[in-house]
């Protein structure tokens, strides 16, 4: 299985975690099929307990899948010399709290062979480029949250990996601590590398990425680049505002709109899609009352996630 | 190199451990409390004062090797801290490797410590210290690694409490297994089948016991050195391969 550009792929990935002591089984992840492109930012999308830790923790071979397969840079995981191009952040991750800032990146820097005047440079770009340099004698138990994150992504990167692997980067930090690791994640997309990180935040998605996986309940839903799915996933709701429409009209419309909201003499129509605005506008001729404005409004990931939940049998819903 | 870079970081990180300065603590105290005993025993108060420093170091080198051995690997993955490890390129055994190395500088500096309580006690009261002594204490210590791997097996695939009950069986049984053989002579020909493959497999860790040849002046020769030397590495390394095969096939959920 060699790709050139392919970086991370998985066929029919799938997982089944036995429970309890009789052994039930609990599929978390049912054939997931991905396939992550050089240089690309590929967001991993789906609510809490989709499956995402757990296609996340197979790819860094620290669970076995039960079956199927998955490839890093055209080799099957697991593979020690994948592993030295790679780069991971768990979720919430957890490091020696005792160690200080310099050391902990030490230590991760001599799992890599990393020794000296080299390792020391490195540790220094990297603690600048997670603007981390003021906490390099600080124990990492004094770390805020989003500090931890900071320090985190720099261990992922400490052997210049090609692909970097983050797992909900996101998670728990306020708008500004997110926006930094938004930011961080296009300037390593700048610098070449390929990024894989999963988010049940649709919206840091949006902003970031190339292309995008939506899971629910351990099933791949949809799968695209984020304009694409927007625009064949989502119709583009159109918002008309009237003036000095008579009753009779307003009837009408109210079957073709989603929403109709009325203010005074003025109204605000939500249609579904753009099909509809032809008519409105005939009607509103029609009835010579005045067009106020009209506004299309942009689908957002959320919709389509939104969407793709309520088509799914009842048993998914309750997912989100 | 790598192992040696996880070796290092668990013993700064045993170093942390409150639990190793009590144990320690209480090892000392009980060494130095034989200069007490002595003064109130009659006769032969060098056996006393070796025979209770040898086997403190034994004893409390032991809950250490598994009040800190149990924990090495569970709570790596209990914390998470294994994730960022392992998915650096790093095979797992090498981890579990490292693991056992740090543990076992644990054991030597804290073994040293005690070894020297023993020597300024031995020096203070005036008991001969001869080369049985050392060698009693090399033993002592090999016991300790195999006591480590003992818990470091055990820990790759059960919780921390059900480690160290575990281990400390194996520690009892082990130093009873001479007397297993003779005891299962007595039994029915099943019981006897069973009782002989629990002494066949757990260590004989009577063979580490040196306490009734320093105390009786009976010679320990260089070659019987080296084969209790060679069985104790031999079973310990035995110890950890399993470990990691057990670890190798292991899911950190
Ligand atoms: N070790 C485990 N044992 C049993 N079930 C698990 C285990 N890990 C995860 N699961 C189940 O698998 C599903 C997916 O979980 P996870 O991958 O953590 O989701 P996400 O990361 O998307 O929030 C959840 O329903 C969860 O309960």
Same mark, same amino acid.
């Given at each position: ?125 990297? #603690?600048?480029? !997670? =603007?981390?340099?003021?906490? +390099?004698? /600080?124990? $990492? @138990?004094?770390?805020?949250? &989003? ?25 728990? #930090?306020?708008? !500004? =601590?997110?926006?930094?690791? +938004?930011? /961080?994640? $296009? @300037?390593?997309?700048?610098? &070449? ?128 | ?253």
């Amino acid at each position: 299985m060699e790709h050139s550009d392919s970086i991370l792929k998985t066929a029919g990935l799938r997982k089944t975690f036995k429970v309890g002591f009789w052994g039930r089984s609990v599929t978390a992840l049912e054939g997931l099929d991905l396939d992550v492109r050089q240089g690309e930012v590929f967001g991993f999308l789906g609510p809490n307990g989709a499956g995402k830790t757990t296609t996340i923790k197979m790819l860094m071979g620290l669970i076995y899948p039960t079956s199927g397969q998955a490839w890093l840079f055209g080799r099957p995981i697991g593979d020690q010399e994948s592993k030295a191009r790679l780069g991971f952040l768990p979720e919430s991750p957890y490091f020696y709290d005792y160690l200080t800032g310099l050391e902990f990146l030490q230590f991760y820097g001599h799992l890599f062979g990393l020794r000296g005047v080299a390792l020391g440079k490195r540790i220094d770009e990297l #603690l600048e480029l !997670v =603007g981390m340099s003021h906490a +390099r004698h /600080l124990q $990492l @138990r004094k770390f805020s949250k &989003g500090m931890l994150q900071r320090v985190g992504i720099a261990q992922a990167l400490i052997n210049d990996p090609e692909l970097v692997v983050l797992d909900e980067p996101m998670s728990g #930090l306020d708008p !500004v =601590g997110r926006k930094e690791i +938004r930011d /961080l994640i $296009l @300037r390593l997309k700048e610098s &070449g590398k390929t990024i894989f990180f999963s988010s049940h935040i649709l919206h840091d998605a949006e902003l970031l990425c190339d292309r995008v996986a939506i899971i629910l309940k351990g099933r791949q839903v949809a799968c695209g680049r984020v304009s694409e799915l927007i625009d064949e996933g989502v119709a583009h709701s159109v918002e008309v505002v009237i003036d000095g429409l008579g009753p009779e009209e307003l009837a009408r419309l109210r079957q073709m709109a989603d929403r109709v909201i009325v203010q005074g003499s003025q109204v605000l129509v939500v249609l579904p899609s753009r099909q509809q605005v032809g008519s409105v506008l005939e009607l509103i001729r029609g009835a010579r009352a005045t067009l106020v404005s009209l506004t299309p409004q942009k689908g957002s990931l959320e919709d389509l996630f939104i969407r793709e939940v309520k088509n799914k049998q009842p048993e998914l819903r309750e997912a989100v | 190199m790598r192992i040696l870079s996880i070796a290092v970081n668990t013993f700064r990180e045993n170093l942390r451990e409150k639990l190793l300065y009590n144990l320690l603590f209480f090892a000392l105290l009980m060494i130095g409390s034989s200069i007490l005993l002595s003064r109130i025993t009659l006769g032969d108060y060098h056996r006393l004062i070796l025979d209770l420093g040898l086997a403190s170091i034994n004893l409390f080198g032991v809950l250490i090797a598994i009040f800190v051995g149990i924990g090495l690997v569970s709570k790596e993955v209990d914390r998470k801290t294994i994730y960022t490890i392992v998915s650096k390129p790093i095979p797992r055994y090498e981890f579990l490797l490292g693991k056992y190395c740090g543990l076992v500088i644990t054991l030597f500096a804290n073994t040293i410590v005690m070894v020297v309580g023993l020597l300024i006690v031995l020096q203070v009261m005036d008991v001969p210290i001869t080369s049985l002594v050392f060698k009693s204490l090399a033993l002592i210590f090999l016991e300790l690694m195999v006591i480590t791997a003992v818990a470091v097996l055990f820990s790759t695939f059960t919780s921390a409490t059900l480690s160290a009950i575990f281990t400390l069986a194996v520690y009892m049984i082990g130093h009873l297994s001479g007397d297993l053989k003779e005891f299962s002579k007595k039994l029915d020909e099943v019981s006897q089948m069973v009782v002989n493959a629990i002494y066949y497999t757990l260590p004989n860790l009577e063979r580490f016991n040196l306490k009734g040849h320093v105390i009786h002046h009976l010679d320990f020769g260089m070659a019987d050195m080296a084969l209790t030397l060679a069985y104790g590495l031999t079973y310990a390394a035995f110890l950890l391969l399993l470990a990691s095969i057990v670890f190798q096939r292991r899911d950190f959920q």
